[in-house]
């Protein structure tokens, strides 16, 4: 089997270090994340790429999303952020949002059938963030196999990929399977492809009531702030979690991921 290394305790240099190396090979590994543990590799390593997909049993139609150190990167990956979207990352990031946006044309990375989309995120877990500021971004899928449960724990995911992955970093019991909430950013205005840990009542907190409708039937947030101060019945929308995965062609969310 492939070596599992420790990142459970502040003495997880080593660790960091080995799956980092792992990495800059070409290999795959699995790493901790804030939602759910994940398979990964570089993502400008087209081969490594293709390895995480076959390891996950997947074909290039369901692109993995992107982990990233932190919000400088998004727009050396993606084109035209709307500012909405920026207010998005200012306030969730890091944490388990999602959000599909134009990539910059010009990178020369293969992700699979992307239609020109790349789906970024940063993870709200502190071993991610040592690994992927050492890796710089890395494609990241949920660490099971396609159709299984995701992985919560190191065990899990070894039990489903085995050899497929060179190294496994644990980090611990994961303790939720929520997946990240995905939004997708190429449009006009923002349409939510699946809501996961951040509700839609999170959302209009920072967009405004009916931020995803039409031009000119949306809501303001500080209209929003007046009423729900004028109204002592205005409540929270619920929340609620879907299960969708990747962004592909439409971009339609592989909802297995680690996003």
């Known amino acids: 089997m492939s070596p599992v290394v420790d990142a459970t305790t502040e003495d997880r240099a080593e660790s960091i270090a080995a799956t980092v190396d792992a990495v ?33 049993g ?12 932190d919000v400088r990167t998004v727009d050396g990956l993606a084109r035209a952020v709307p500012d909405w979207a920026r207010r998005l990352i200012e306030e969730l990031w890091p944490g388990p ?6 990539a910059q044309p010009s990178l020369h990375w293969d992700l699979g059938e992307t239609a020109g989309t790349v789906a970024l995120r940063m993870p709200d ?21 396609t159709g299984e449960p995701a992985a919560t724990t190191i065990t899990d ?4 990929l085995g050899p497929a992955v060179t190294v496994y970093l644990d980090g611990g019991a994961r303790t939720s399977q929520e997946p990240s909430t995905i939004i997708d950013c190429t449009g006009e ?9 951040i509700g839609r009542d999170r959302l209009e907190e920072i967009l405004g009531a009916g931020f995803d409708e039409p031009e000119g039937q949306r809501t303001t947030q500080e209209e929003t702030t007046t ?15 879907d299960t969708p995965d990747d962004p592909s062609t439409d971009p339609t969310p592989d909802t297995e991921d680690p996003r």
């Open 157 to 160: 995911a070894a039990v489903q």
């Open 125 to 145: 877990d502190q071993v991610a963030l040592e690994v992927l500021r050492e890796t710089g971004p890395m494609a990241v899928t949920s660490a099971n196999r």
């Open 227 to 241: 009423a729900a101060g004028d109204d002592e019945q205005w409540q929270d929308l619920p929340s609620s979690s």
């Open 189 to 197: 205005t923002p349409v939510v492809l699946r809501e996961g840990a």
């Open 24 to 56: 800059r090979r070409g290999e795959v590994v699995v790493i901790p994340t804030d939602t759910v543990y994940g398979i990964g590799a570089d993502a400008f390593d087209a081969s490594a790429v293709a390895q995480v997909l076959a390891a996950k």
């Open 58 to 69: 997947r074909g290039r139609d369901m692109p993995p999303p992107v982990l990233v150190p």
């Open 97 to 102: 949002l999602t959000l599909v946006l134009l």
